[in-house]
């Protein structure tokens, strides 16, 4: 049985750091594209980092340079570590499993992954 659990998100304030895990079960985690999406109220969820190699990871413009994907494949999990967050980084976020060839699109895409977690909170607040 496949599953992704998330956990580490919280409530910060602006400048904070947070560290997001997502345990991942049933899967062979190195021969998939991992990523993490968010979703604020009202908005629509939008991809925020993928990985699948330690050479091929891609992020949203909005997040490069504060934040870190990665992914332990002996633990099956993977982390998204947050730096610097600002108030527009609250949303929910998510942990998302996908074809091993999709981290090769040109954008983070929500159609490419056909797994999905519950998702962990994270506020920033001013």
């Known amino acids: 049985q496949v599953q992704l659990v998330e956990s580490g998100g919280g409530s910060v304030q602006a400048g904070g750091s947070l560290r997001l895990s997502c345990a991942a079960a049933?899967?062979?985690?190195?021969?998939?594209?991992m990523a993490w999406f968010r979703q604020a109220p009202g908005k629509e969820r939008e991809g925020v980092a993928q990985v699948n190699t330690d050479r091929n990871i891609r992020y949203a413009d909005s997040v490069k340079g504060r934040f870190t994907i990665s992914k332990d494949n002996a633990e099956n999990t993977l982390y998204l570590q947050m730096n610097s967050l600002k108030p527009e980084d609250t949303a929910m976020y998510y942990c998302?499993?996908?074809?091993?060839?999709?981290?090769?699109?040109?954008?983070?895409?929500?159609?490419?992954?056909?797994?999905w977690g519950q998702g962990t909170q994270v506020t920033v607040s001013s």
């Open positions: 049933g899967y062979w985690f190195s021969r998939n594209c």
């Open positions: 998302a499993a996908g074809g091993y060839w999709n981290c090769y699109s040109d954008s983070i895409i929500e159609a490419d992954f056909t797994d």
